[in-house]
């Protein structure tokens, strides 16, 4: 019997994604590249520690910023997976023309390709909304897989809820809502089909976590429910075939450490230190295994996958 899968992603996302989430401008300084200098050495340590292959996803943008490209260069020398997570993180990237769907993907995986010398397999869409069109580009473009997939009633509502809050407000976020049938979509890998929330013979998907009442599997409600709630969502995700825990680099970000006062007001998870949040993480990790889980990047979920299906 083979062992069951769980894998460790994490969005690259650099704190001016989460400024622009926020409708708040952050201003230039060590602060704005926190994610690449501070985040992703504590989470990189974690791994380590675990002995642990994640999969990052890098936004090709991002690469042409000092350092940064040598820290995904030497990620992907460490062993971690290195994923495409567009070009210019446009939120709204699902409602652009199939031209500049398919500019977009392929200048952040020839960026990827380029830094790490290996195109990347696997595609993450920015703000987990992605289209057929979309789907139809990776196709093309010769990806393994795609990971944006989260159908999570309680993440879609929250999503409408704060983004219709700060309309009201006057605010604007550059966050869009998705089509409410994404939530029918299969809450573990699947082939798509058309529309992408059905089972098809099209691309895998390797959907983001959700667990069994519904709740979002996702970094950011693992530490802000801090230890007791990441231990309860994690039992309430124990025994699916595949476990993703979808981390933001952001997730172990610490407002005093880092300089991000400007944000703490709009992010809850910004009270609690980055230590505590990285021993969230580790306790995750701890109970996963436990479980009897294997823990690999997902671009190895995707082989698998592939292998099983495959006659
Ligand atoms: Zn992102």
Redesign the pocket.
């Known amino acids: 019997m083979k062992r069951k899968l769980a894998s460790i992603s994490v ?1 690259l ?1 650099e704190v001016g ?1 989460y400024g622009a989430i926020h409708g708040v401008a952050i201003q230039d300084g060590p602060a704005l590249h926190a994610v690449y200098d501070r985040c992703v050495p504590r989470l990189v340590e974690l791994f380590d520690a675990e002995s642990i292959h994640a999969t990052f ?1 890098a ?1 090709g943008s991002d690469l042409d910023h000092g350092s940064n490209r040598d820290i995904v260069a030497s990620l992907h020398e460490a062993g971690h997976e290195i994923g495409n ?1 567009s070009f210019h ?1 446009h939120y709204d990237l699902s409602r652009r023309s199939a031209d500049d769907i398919r500019d977009d993907i392929e200048l952040g995986a020839s960026t990827i390709h380029e830094v790490c010398g290996a195109r990347p397999v696997g595609f ?1 869409a ?2 987990y909304t992605i289209n057929d069109t979309m789907f139809d580009v990776l196709e093309a473009s010769g990806v393994e897989y795609d990971s944006s997939v989260f159908p999570c009633p309680s993440y879609y509502a929250t999503k409408v809820a704060v983004l219709g809050l700060m309309a009201l407000r006057g605010r604007r976020s550059q966050s869009i809502v998705d089509t409410p049938n994404l939530l029918r979509s299969p809450k573990q890998p699947y082939r798509v089909g058309r529309p992408y929330w059905r089972k098809g013979q099209g691309l895998l998907e390797l959907p983001i976590g959700v667990t069994r009442w519904g709740l979002p599997y996702i970094g950011t409600s693992l530490v802000l429910w801090g230890d007791r709630g990441a231990r309860a969502l994690t039992r309430q995700i124990l025994g699916q075939g595949l476990i993703h825990v979808e981390l ?1 680099g952001f997730d172990v970000a610490d407002v005093a450490l880092d300089g991000l006062q400007v944000l703490a007001p709009h992010r809850p998870d910004l009270k609690r230190p980055a230590a505590e949040k990285v021993s969230v993480i580790r306790t995750v990790i701890d109970m996963i295994r436990q479980a009897g889980y294997e823990l690999v990047p997902l671009k190895e979920v995707a082989r698998r996958f592939s292998e099983k299906s495959s006659p």
Do not use: A, M
């Open positions: 969005d996302d994604c996803f936004i997570h993180h993450r920015p703000g933001h």
